[in-house]
Structures are given as C-alpha cells and as structure tokens.
C-alpha cells in the first residue's frame, strides 16, 4: 500500500512540475532549426519529354511529360560529354493522389 501511494505521488508531482518547463503547445521548434534541404533544385519543361525507368535511350518509357511539369531534380548522370540524365521526381500529393502513381524517373537533357 505504501509502495502505490508513493508511486502515485511520484506520479502526480512528475506530472504538475514537468509540464512548467515546456513552452505552451509543447515542444516547438523554429523553421531555422528543421533540416530542410538548401539545394532543391527545380525544373519547368518547355517541351513534352519522355521519362524513362533508367538512364539509358532504350530504357522502358514510363510517362510522357507535358510543357509546364514541373520537376524536383534529385540527382544528375553524365554517360558522356554530350549526353546528361538527370533523376527527377513529380510535383504530388501523396495524401490525395494514386499510391502506384509513377513519381520518379530519369530524363535526358
């Protein structure tokens, strides 16, 4: 008996002091402090391009991309001097949109 009770009043003096040193709403964070990424880099298309499922021309065509898509470039390949692909990924919402929806790919610059 003696043990509950004073587990109990650990309890109820843990849970009347703890909450004073937090700020209202509990623990908050500025958006300085959130890992955001500095170097998003995005691109509009000026033209219909393919995307492929890897960077090769006779890669499987997984989508064509309409003038105005918009692209978040995730990484670049350079096969040769001339010849660039870049790993993108779509504009989306992930709550409203298909989950099977294709997102990613590769396109050639």
């Known amino acids: ?12 003096t843990f849970a009347l002091i703890a909450p004073i040193t937090l700020p209202a709403g ?10 955001f990424p500095h170097n998003i880099n995005e691109i509009i298309l000026s033209s219909n391009t393919l995307l492929y499922s890897f960077p090769e021309i006779y890669a499987k065509e997984l989508l064509v991309l ?3 898509t918009t692209l978040s ?3 670049s390949w350079k096969v040769s001097k ?5 790993r993108v ?3 989306s919402n992930k709550f409203l949109d298909d989950p099977n929806k294709i997102l990613k790919g590769w396109i050639k610059m």
């Not at 587990?7 to 109820?12: A, G, P, R, T, V």
């Open 89 to 91: 990924e779509l504009a």
């Open 82 to 86: 001339s010849e660039t692909w870049v």
């Open 1 to 12: 008996m003696i043990n509950n009770l004073l587990k109990n009043f650990c309890l109820i």
């Open 26 to 35: 509990g623990i908050q964070k500025s958006l300085n402090q959130n890992k």
């Open 66 to 68: 309409d003038v105005g």
């Open 73 to 75: 470039v995730l990484r």
